[in-house]
């Protein structure tokens, strides 16, 4: 085994912000994904596909400990988020997730203001001054791109909002603590054509600042936001194993493995 | 499409069913507005609702509604006082904290609370509460007193305030906690900044649910608190509440047609507008504050 030192030369100077080794995860007693490695870019966009099953969204919630919420998920391997593995015991998961932000499928803004909601992130991470506050709530809004659209009814209730925009406000909410990686689980899943444009839009802009990892059923997409693309599918057991990582050019027009290029071009799931 | 004779038959009976409970309700209050005007013609709408003396059994009768009102606040307010806290503290230890196994166990438990005959929490409140309050904090307490009887009533409150608010609390999407929880929230700011505020209107209504139980109680307090109708609010003291005064005076103490038998009926008019107006508020807070998460 590599000592930590040997860990962060290897990872961290290179450029990757996340990397996982052997990560597995057991619900009960059965494998839902399986050895998955991977290196995720800094200051990039990476995609993971695949169909129903594959342990996308399991996946996913392993890089900033989701699933410790669910009692019967038991973790093992280990995710390097700056040199660091995440899941050693004098690591704080809540500091954890405040460093790596998630997007969920469907809006869930908190029943409190537009401002509230933005806000709950400072507040909760003990930042109180009042101006501050209002300040970083201003540009993560402005950062989600919806500041002009909200910036005369803070105090509105965030359920006025339409969908599109209650999305674009939950990435405001995870953006207002300053994340360096953002984890979006289908953000645009139940948004129209119109909204979902806007979210890759704003994706794109985004990535200069936060590294971006998007789970996502729809291929169009991954092929016009992502730099990277991981196609996970589900073996013949059902668990979840990565089949293939790269570019995206790489993945849609010259996969390596038959099972992406089948899925890719639609045969499978 | 010809619709069977049976089911017309079936549906007729049970549209007269729901039908008699509407009746009941007009009857009732047919019957307590009717005898009201008589009351209300001997005595003035303004010595009832504001006078501070309440001599009706005596011979020189006042009719001032205002002590009777101060027993049922005493009362009712220690009740949901008590049946608030522990309530909504089981409420939130039952939906957040208790393991699917205690909470299967210990919700059941809290449910018996509420079958226990009133009669046995008035007796519970002479013979437990008040000894134990005179021997450890109070010596000074009365043997009726209003105290043992608000406590012997919040604990019957209990089990409508937890079960309730454990509904909505229960009810809050666990997508809400997970937004939390994905900005760094601990369980505890999970609970007291995310699902308590997204929970208020079920929790509000339930208080307000649990105190109209209380305002309407009659059988602890008139086993417990007293028939002593003076104004106070010192709760050591014995008191009567309006709904005591009604079963005093129902089970024999005053003749058909005297003014002291149609004030019971001004009294529970009064009592009934209190209730309604705590459920509708209850309904109306349910509705205006519910939680709109999809």
């Known amino acids: 085994m590599t000592s930590k030192i040997e860990e962060i030369d290897t990872y961290y100077n290179i450029g990757y912000v996340i990397t996982t080794l052997d990560l597995s995860v057991k619900y009960g007693g059965r494998y839902a994904i399986k050895d998955i490695n991977i290196n995720i870019p800094r200051n990039s966009i990476t995609a993971i596909i695949g169909p129903s099953g594959s342990g996308k969204t399991t996946f996913l919630r392993c890089l900033n400990r989701m699933n410790d919420l669910i009692s019967k998920a038991k973790v093992e391997g280990r995710v390097l988020f700056n040199g660091k593995n995440i899941y050693d015991p004098d690591v704080d998961p809540y500091q954890i997730r405040a460093r790596i932000g998630m997007v969920f499928q469907k809006p869930n803004p908190f029943p409190k203001s537009i401002f509230e909601n933005v806000a709950f992130g400072l507040r909760i991470n003990g930042v109180k001054n009042r101006e501050e506050i209002e300040r970083r709530v201003k540009h993560a809004l402005t950062q989600a791109a919806l500041w002009d659209e909200v910036k005369d009814r803070l105090n509105h209730n965030a359920y006025e909002l339409s969908g599109g925009q209650q999305q674009r406000?939950?990435?405001a909410r995870?953006?207002?603590v300053e994340p360096e990686v953002l984890l979006m689980d289908e953000p645009a899943a139940s948004l129209d054509p119109i909204a979902t444009a806007r979210i890759e839009e704003l994706m794109i802009r985004l990535k200069e600042r936060y590294t971006i990892i998007i789970v996502t059923h729809n291929m169009q997409q991954a092929a016009r936001v992502a730099d990277y693309t991981a196609v996970m599918m589900p073996d013949e057991d059902g668990v979840g194993k990565?089949?293939?990582?790269?570019?995206?050019?790489?993945?849609?027009t010259n996969p390596k493995s038959k099972k992406t290029e089948d899925y890719v071009r639609g045969r499978i799931g | 499409m010809q619709v069977p004779r049976a089911e017309k038959i079936v549906g007729s009976?049970?549209?007269a069913a729901s039908l008699l409970t509407i009746i009941a309700l007009i009857l009732i209050i047919e019957t307590l507005v009717y005898e009201s005007l008589f009351f209300f013609s001997r005595v003035s709408i303004f010595e009832f609702l504001f006078g501070v003396e309440w001599t009706v059994l005596f011979l020189d009768k006042k009719f001032g509604?205002?002590?009777?009102?101060?027993g049922t606040f005493l009362t009712s307010s220690i009740a949901i006082l008590l049946a608030s806290t522990i309530g909504l503290g089981s409420a939130v230890y039952l939906s957040e904290y208790a393991s699917p196994r205690v909470r299967s166990v210990v919700k059941p438990l809290l449910e018996i609370l509420a079958g226990i005959p009133t009669v046995v929490y008035g007796y519970f409140a002479i013979y437990t509460i008040t000894p134990l309050l005179k021997s450890s904090v109070f010596p000074d307490i009365s043997f009726y007193n209003a105290l043992s009887a608000g406590?012997?009533?919040?604990?019957?409150i209990i089990p409508t305030v937890a079960s309730l608010s454990e509904d909505s609390l229960y009810a809050v999407p666990e997508t809400l906690k997970h937004a939390a929880y994905s900005l760094g929230a601990k369980k505890i700011q999970v609970v007291f900044r995310v699902v308590i505020p997204a929970a208020l209107s079920g929790i509000v209504a339930s208080f307000i649910l649990g105190l109209a139980r209380a305002v309407g109680e009659t059988m602890i307090v008139a086993i417990a608190a007293g028939f002593r109708p003076v104004l106070t609010l010192n709760p050591l003291e014995a008191i009567q509440t309006m709904t005591a005064f009604i079963a005093q005076v129902s089970t024999g103490e005053a003749p058909h047609g005297t003014v002291e038998y149609q004030?019971?009926?001004?009294v529970g008019l009064y009592l009934f507008t209190l209730v309604m107006l705590l459920n509708l508020i209850g309904n109306y807070v349910v509705r205006r504050w519910g939680v709109r998460v999809s």
């Open chain 1, 169 to 171: 406000l939950c990435i």
């Open chain 1, 174 to 176: 995870a953006l207002a």
């Open chain 1, 242 to 252: 990565l089949v293939e990582f790269g570019t995206t050019r790489e993945i849609f």
């Open chain 2, 13 to 15: 009976v049970l549209l």
């Open chain 2, 65 to 70: 509604v205002v002590p009777l009102l101060a």
């Open chain 2, 151 to 156: 406590i012997a009533m919040g604990v019957m």
């Open chain 2, 263 to 266: 004030s019971i009926f001004a």
